[in-house]
Every structure is written in C-alpha cells, then in structure tokens.
C-alpha cells in the first residue's frame, strides 16, 4: 500500500482524480518539503550518540515492520567503537557483534558473525548514509535508549533526552 509522505494516509482517501493528491493536507506523495506532520522526528546527533559508545539504538522502517536494535561500546579512549546486534529475547545480554562503527557504516571484520547481506546490517548502513536526508524518509524512526550515550546513565532532562547525552557528558563531548 502506498503511503503518504506527508500525513500517513493511505492511498484509498485520495482524490480519485488525481491519485497523487492523497493527503488529508491536499499534498501530494511527494511533497514531504512542505509537511511538517511528515517529519522525520529525530532530534539527536544519531553518529555522535553511537560514538559515544555506552548506548543502544533502534532503527525502525514503519512500512516494512523491521526493527532492529544495535548496542555500542568504545575501546582505546573511543578511537574505535564496535557495533552488536541484538539477536536474542534478552535486551541487555543477546548480543552479537557486528564490526566497527565508522562515518560509512559499519566496516565487517574477520569476527563479524553478520553477513553484508542481513538486513539488520544493510538497515543500519542505509541510516548511517542518510543522515543528513533522514528527513524526507519519515517512515524510517530512530530511537535511543533513553540512557546517556558515554555514560550509560537515564536521561531525565528534557534536553538530554532530545540529544541523547546528558548535561555532563555533553560538556566533556566536542
Ligand atoms: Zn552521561
């Protein structure tokens, strides 16, 4: 079924003469620019918030249902931060890794258990490339945790939660 871009609506509401005019807005499918109902809602530095190497993130594509969620942790000070996936029941221990985050995506190392051809990996690639246009793409969500993403700890300001890092560490952040 084809969605609107711009206020979720399907197709079947549209003005039959003209099938692209299916927005409760009276906008067309293409015309996301102009909506902001159909923004994409995420707030956060999504590659600064992996980066920082103690939080996890969930990609969500609304149109096809998958979901995925990644777990982040630094080595050597944060000059390098590996990516793993969770494959299991368990949120906080079914992990499994995937390779080495970089501004590309992730790279796969001879210890990746995923292949370049999952979808999880392919999913995770696909946002890390489309950051700067992530906007015009509003079925795809992105999520933190709700913890700060370099120390780990709950996000209660309002602030931290639209960023992901809380006020301490965004100061110790550059
Ligand atoms: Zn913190």
Known sequence: MNKC???????????PNDP??????????????????????????????????????????????NRYTFKFSNIENGKMTFVKLLTGANNESDYTYVGVLTDNGIKLTSASKVTAEAPSYRAFNWVIRHL?????????KVYHEGVCGRCGRTLTTPESIKSGIGPECGKRMS
Request: contains cysteine; negative net charge.
């Open 5 to 15: 871009w711009t206020c979720d609506n399907s197709k079947t509401v549209g003005n």
């Open 132 to 140: 700067s246009t992530l906007d015009k793409y509003p079925q795809v």
């Open 20 to 65: 692209e005019i299916d927005c409760k807005l009276g906008r067309s499918i293409f015309d996301s620019d102009t909506c902001d109902e159909g923004k994409n809602p995420v707030t956060f530095d999504i590659l600064r918030y992996m980066k920082a190497g103690r939080g996890k993130v969930t990609i969500s594509n609304e149109e096809t249902g």
